[in-house]
């Protein structure tokens, strides 16, 4: 009997301790991302993953459009010139095949102008591939670069000027840097 009266009140007193808390200070988003090893890594990955997700991850949100803007005129410029070289082609199959009904007719007569414009085409089709792994790759460098310099400590202790002077003997001006250094 007196165990069991005397485990509820254990229980409940239990309840009643209360432990000695830390205070801690709240950190920011920004705070708890500088001081983390990880960030440029997660940053890049992110990125990595969708384009412009980096760059969301680390708070620079205003990147994004020029990171899509980038992609986005190289996918259209792959897409136009995959569209004109598949035009030139077929024109020259036609004309191989003895059909002279092609949309290029009045315009290109010679079945050799077709091929070249066919390369032509082909050439900046394949840069304009070029450009969508170059963009998709700067992207990625841009956000584990921005997650880096992120973590570089910057003081205003030291601050570089430039400085105009004229010369008191002649119509010159001395040109200079003049460097603050703040101990």
Same mark, same amino acid.
């Given at each position: ?6 485990? +509820? ?5 239990? /309840? ?23 960030? +440029? ?23 994004? +459009? $020029? ?36 949309? /290029?007719?009045?315009?290109? +007569? ?18 304009? $591939?070029? /450009? ?47 460097? $603050?250094?703040?101990?």
């Amino acid at each position: 009997m007196k165990t069991k009266v005397f485990i +509820p009140i254990l229980i409940l007193l239990n /309840f009643q301790v209360f432990a000695q808390q830390l205070t801690q200070e709240k950190k920011t988003r920004k705070q708890k991302l500088i001081e983390s090893p990880l960030t +440029p890594s997660k940053a890049a990955f992110y990125s990595a993953v969708l384009p412009g997700l980096g760059q969301i991850y680390m708070g620079k949100t205003w990147k994004v +459009p $020029f990171v899509y803007a980038a992609i986005g005129a190289s996918v259209y410029g792959y897409v136009h010139n995959q569209r004109e070289m598949d035009r030139y082609r077929t024109a020259y199959k036609r004309r191989n095949n003895g059909y002279r009904d092609d949309e /290029f007719i009045k315009l290109i +007569p010679n079945k050799s102008k077709l091929l070249e414009g066919m390369k032509f085409h082909k050439n900046y089709r394949d840069m304009s $591939f070029l /450009f969508i792994l170059g963009t998709y790759m700067l992207n990625i460098l841009d956000a584990n670069v921005s997650a880096h310099l992120m973590q570089f400590n910057v003081k205003e202790n030291l601050s570089i000027k430039p400085k105009f002077e004229p010369d008191l003997y002649s119509t010159d001006t001395n040109i200079g840097l003049k460097v $603050f250094v703040k101990l």
